[in-house]
């Protein structure tokens, strides 16, 4: 790389690391072009990032940054992930470090909040914003059907009275 490329990719990797909303720091020594790949497409199919980036890079890009926390984690064969929604970067790495044991999660960054490997597992648990928000508009709606049910229930039942009458009235 020259300077310039240099340059460029430390300014583009600060922004990546002022805008995510989670990066996950891994190892990734013996993991193969394929299982790389692999990993890639699953986690732009999520909707987030994969950067294989030179260690002194990564630091010089922290510097003035929320996760600037994280920069111990650089040793070694060390990958990025990152996303917008904070809980997407997360999942997908534990579920591919699951049936790959090449990578290695070292830790991430969560806004100001540098995460160790353990706490990255647990954010990995958490259902991601689009889960809670259809959970929470279910929530929203539970009350209404209810409140509907029950006002309708009264006339209902008046209605099934006035048909008993009814009824009644024709057999006499």
Not at 65 to 73: F, K, Q, R, Y
Not at 129 to 155: H, N
Not at 160 to 165: D, H, K, L, M, Q
Request: no cysteine.
């Amino acid at each position: 790389m020259e300077r310039a490329e240099k340059r460029e990719f430390v300014t583009e990797l600060n922004e990546v690391f002022k805008a995510s909303g989670s990066v996950v720091v891994a190892h990734y020594a013996g993991a193969t072009v394929a299982q790389m790949n692999d990993f890639r497409s699953k986690m732009r199919a999520a909707g987030g990032t994969v950067k294989v980036a030179k260690n002194r890079l990564a630091k010089i890009a922290l510097q003035g940054t929320d996760a600037e926390g994280i920069s111990g984690l650089f040793k070694g064969q060390t990958l990025i992930a990152y996303s917008n929604d904070p809980i997407t970067a997360p999942k997908v790495v534990m579920d591919f470090a699951k049936t790959n044991d090449k990578i290695v999660v070292l830790g991430g960054a969560m806004g100001t909040t540098t995460l160790n490997a353990d706490a990255v597992k647990s954010l990995a648990t958490l259902p991601s914003l689009d889960e809670l928000r259809a959970k929470l508009l279910g929530m929203i709606q539970t009350p209404a059907t209810r409140i509907a049910g029950v006002v309708a229930a009264p006339a209902s039942q008046l209605a099934r009275v006035f048909s008993a009458y009814a009824k009644k009235d024709e057999a006499a």
